[in-house]
């Protein structure tokens, strides 16, 4: 098995983190993500039908983990859940039923999950409450759902929800984001997608920028053009900052990454990252 297809299990909070806290420092875990060549397994249900052996491939996608989690490279098992937005690619019930699945298979390895739930949930906390306590506890990424879905999700003191760029579009985004606790909240990028974009309602909170080159013209010490970057994190907490009217962003920073840490790191809690927040001051944010 090829140390390429560990990394196939997940870890996008990974890079987030790294560029967020560790400003200067991401070499490492970038390589992690620039040998994700695959597609998130999980991501599409569909795949346990066509391997022809549901079962099978559920075995083999815990040996994956196992394996990946001996190498220090899974952290977590997704993506994982419902995207009723996305019918055209996988229908409501085959979703439904390997959702079930994946709680089965981050119970089998005891890791965290990587959630991702749109216009779906009433289903999601439906197979999420059966499964609640199979699972140590999980984020549901990219939330762009109302006020009624956030509230439903807070429900289950293990789930987290998370925050991007998709998260702060408008106006009643921004309402949704301020009434997450921070202690239930993690922030990411979802790197190369859902940047903050001028159109968006966040974009006045917005206070870090960086120069940028089209990718034709691409220059290291620049991001390129029209692409979400892991160190676009900090705009993503500065807009979470602004629409929560909290002055304090390096302790909100804090919060969140001890989030962050308490479910996918728990290693990483303590000393150790307290020591890498305290050196992140000084990193180099324009
Ligand atoms: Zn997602």
């Not at 394996?67 to 997704?78: P, W």
């Not at 620049?222 to 909290?246: D, S, Y």
Request: hydrophobic fraction near 35%.
């Amino acid at each position: 098995m090829e140390d390429d297809e560990t990394v196939a299990v997940l870890v996008r909070c990974c890079l987030d983190r790294q560029c967020f806290v560790l400003n200067g420092h991401f070499g490492l875990l970038v390589d992690r993500w620039k040998s994700r060549r695959k597609p998130l397994p999980l991501r599409k249900p569909m795949e346990f039908e066509e391997s022809g052996d549901p079962e099978r491939h559920f075995q083999e996608l815990v040996s994956l983990a196992k394996y990946g989690v001996e190498k220090g490279k899974v952290v977590a098992i997704g993506e994982c859940g419902l995207d009723y937005d996305r019918l055209h690619f996988c229908p409501s019930e085959m979703q439904k039923k390997y959702f079930e699945k994946q709680f089965e298979l981050a119970e089998a390895v005891k890791l965290p999950m990587f959630l991702h739930m749109r216009a779906a949930v009433e289903d999601f906390c439906d197979i999420f409450a059966r499964n609640r306590n199979r699972v140590i506890a999980g984020v549901a990424h990219s939330f762009t759902g109302s006020a009624e879905d956030r509230d439903k999700l807070l429900l289950f003191n293990n789930l987290f929800i998370g925050v991007n760029g998709c998260s702060l579009k408008t106006m009643e985004n921004l309402d949704v984001v301020k009434g997450i606790p921070v202690e239930r909240m993690m922030i990411e990028t979802d790197s190369p997608y859902c940047e903050i974009k001028n159109t968006h309602a966040g974009i006045n909170f917005v206070k870090s920028v960086w120069p940028s080159k089209k990718k034709e013209k691409y220059d290291d010490e620049c991001t390129v053009k029209g692409r979400n970057e892991p160190c676009f994190v900090r705009q993503v907490l500065e807009v979470v900052a602004g629409c929560k009217e909290i002055a304090d962003v390096n302790q909100l920073s804090k919060t969140l990454y001890h989030n962050t840490c308490r479910v996918f790191f728990p290693h990483d809690l303590d000393s150790v990252a307290d020591a890498l927040l305290s050196s992140s001051r000084q990193c180099n944010i324009p």
